[in-house]
């Protein structure tokens, strides 16, 4: 694990990310609070490619809790089968509907106890929603924010909370509102699982990571060694038909 991360270093980090990035976005597909949630919780070991195909004809007929909870189980089913775990997510996504209606008069609530209290809204999902819907200056750390916070030695942590503590206290002010997305887009595009593309990377000189990669770096595949082309076989001189057939006619006679 790299050393941690020094403030100016981090300061200069954010401000980089913030360049090139000055107003990012979720890439998920919502309309409101309530839809916000839903595609959230859709996205759990899924790709936002993956539930936006899905939400954009869902949330055409069901964009509130009341309608999401008139569809129905079943049909909320069919519509979202593309996106892994789709049987328990329609479960969750009916409950907290009904929930939403029940306990809180059909709004989303904006305080973390209250979102983590719907069925399938864990402390990552309530942060995304406290930020993108309500402007809270949260940071929800999934597998991407983990992996840069630890490979830079932004915010070093064992688990996604050690590491949302760290940056909270790391992260300068004045960019703690869009933090998650900067952190979130450079490892989905830059700081790769498989393999990070360092050379692309417009923080790798403050990066802790031992291991980086350059193109420099990657393995030439071998030149594959020239065929030889076989030689063409002699023929070898044979008998002519007619003296073929004039040593046959002596045999015979």
């Known amino acids: 694990m790299p050393r941690k991360m020094t403030r100016a270093k981090a300061h200069t980090l ?7 990035a000055p107003a990012p976005k979720t890439e998920l597909y ?12 859709l996205s759990a070991q899924a790709t936002d490619e993956g539930v936006n195909k899905a939400t954009k004809d869902l949330f055409a007929i069901a964009d509130s809790p009341q309608k999401m909870a008139a569809l129905g189980e079943k049909k909320l089913g069919d519509m979202i089968k593309t996106i892994g775990l789709w049987r328990n997510k329609a479960k969750n996504v009916i409950a907290l509907s009904q929930m939403l209606i029940d306990d809180f008069g059909g709004e989303v609530p904006q305080d973390r106890e209250a979102l983590e209290k719907l069925p399938g809204v864990g402390r990552k999902t309530a942060n995304v929603v406290m930020n993108v819907a309500f402007g809270e200056p949260t940071i929800a750390v999934d597998t991407h924010i983990f992996r840069v916070s630890n490979r830079t030695g932004l915010a070093p942590g064992k688990n996604p909370l050690e590491v949302e503590l760290g940056l909270e206290k790391i992260t300068p002010p004045e960019f703690m509102q869009h933090a998650h997305h900067w952190l979130i887009l450079h490892g989905r595009y830059v700081c790769k ?6 050379s692309a990377c417009g923080i790798v000189d403050l990066c802790g990571f031992k291991e980086k990669v350059f193109d420099d770096d990657k393995p030439k595949k071998p030149a594959k060694p020239k065929r030889k082309m076989a030689s063409t076989p002699k023929l070898r001189a044979g008998k002519s038909f007619a003296k073929r057939n004039a040593a046959k006619r002596k045999k015979a006679s």
Not at 14 to 20: F, M, P, S, T, V
Not at 30 to 41: I, N
Not at 193 to 198: I, L, V
């Open 14 to 20: 954010y401000a980089r990310l913030a360049d090139k």
């Open 30 to 41: 919502y309309k409101d609070p309530f839809t916000l949630v839903v595609a959230v919780a």
């Open 193 to 198: 699982a498989r393999r990070p593309e360092c």
